[in-house]
C-alpha cells in the first residue's frame, strides 16, 4: 500500500490524518514541534518531527520514494519566498520523489479583484506578502513536477472556519466591521469540507491542476461577522466607513480589507465531484452552535 504523509499536520492535516488511518491507510504526520507530535500521539497518528527551515537536518527515511505527500505547513512568515517548500522540494534529491503533491495554497494568490465573480483561469496577481509567498511555493511545486515527472494538484483554500476557528475573541472585544456598501467580499469553506477536498484533490485532481476550495456563498465581510455574532449571541459591532474602520484595524485585516472577490467552485463540484457538507455559512453556522 502507498505510505501517505501529512507535511504541516496541523489541524487540517490531523483530521484527514484520522480520515485515512480510519479507511486503513498508512499515515505518517510531519510537525515541527514535540509538543505537536505528542498531541498528534494522542489521537492515534504516528508522526515525525522535523523543521522545514533546517535542510541539512532531515532524518532519513523522512520521506520515501513513491509516497503520496500532502503538503500543509505554511511559509515562514517573512519575505516573499517560501523557504519551507524549497528545502522540502530540496530533500526529494536524496529520499527520491513522491508519487503526488497535494498543496493547500490560498486564494489570496488572485490578489484584489474588486468583488468580481473568479474562477481557477483568473491570473494571478499576489499583493500580500504572504500570498506571494504562497505563489512561490506554487511555482517551485510546478517546476519540480516538470522536471521529476511527479505529479502535483494545488489546492487554492480560502478562509477556513469550523470548531474553535470562529472570530469571537474579535467580536468580543468590539472591533469595527466596515458599513455593508463598502464591505469586501470574502470566501470560506468549514474545516470538514476541506478536508473531503484534499482528499478528493488526491483521488481525482487532475495532474498539475489548480481547484479552489470554497463553499457556494461568498458574502462581504461584514456580513460574516454580523452572521457569527448572531449565530453566537454577540453584540453586532459598530459599522464604520471603510477608511475609518481600516484606521482601527491591525495591519493584518487592513490587508484583508484591501481585497474582494467572489470564488467560483464550480471545478471542485464537477472536476472532483466533491459535495460540501457545509454549502454556505448557515449551514456551517448551524452545526456549531
Ligand atoms: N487560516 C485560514 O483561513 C487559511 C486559509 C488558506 C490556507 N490556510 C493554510 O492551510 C494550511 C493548513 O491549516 P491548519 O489550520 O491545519 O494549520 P496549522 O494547524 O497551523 O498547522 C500547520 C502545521 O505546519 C507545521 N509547520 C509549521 N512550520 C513548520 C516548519 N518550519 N517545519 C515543519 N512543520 C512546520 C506545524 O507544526 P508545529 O505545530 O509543530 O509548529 C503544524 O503542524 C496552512 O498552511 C494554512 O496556512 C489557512
Redesign the pocket.
Known sequence: MTETII????????RLAQRLLARGEAVR?????I???A?LAAVGVPSV?????TPDAAPAGLVTAGVDLFH?????EQGVLDL?TRHLVGLFAHSGNPRRIVY?????VYGDCRGAWIDETQPVQPQAERSQR?WDAEQTLQHWRERSGGEVVIVR?????GPG?LPLARLRQGLPLVRPAEAPYSN?IH?ED?VTVCDAARERGVDGAVYNACDDAPSTMTEYFLAVAAAAGLPAPPLLPLAEASAQVSAGMRSYLAESRRISNRKLREELGVVLQYPDLAAGLRSLF
Do not use: K, N, Q, W
Open positions: 507535511v504541516g499536520c496541523g489541524e487540517v492535516g490531523t504526520g510531519l510537525v515541527r514541534s509538543t505537536s507530535a498531541r518531527v522535523y523543521d522545514l527551515m500543509f505547513a505554511p511559509p515562514p519551507h493547500i495554497s490560498t486564494t489570496g504562497r483554500v480560502a478562509g477556513i472556519y476557528r470560506r474545516v476541506l
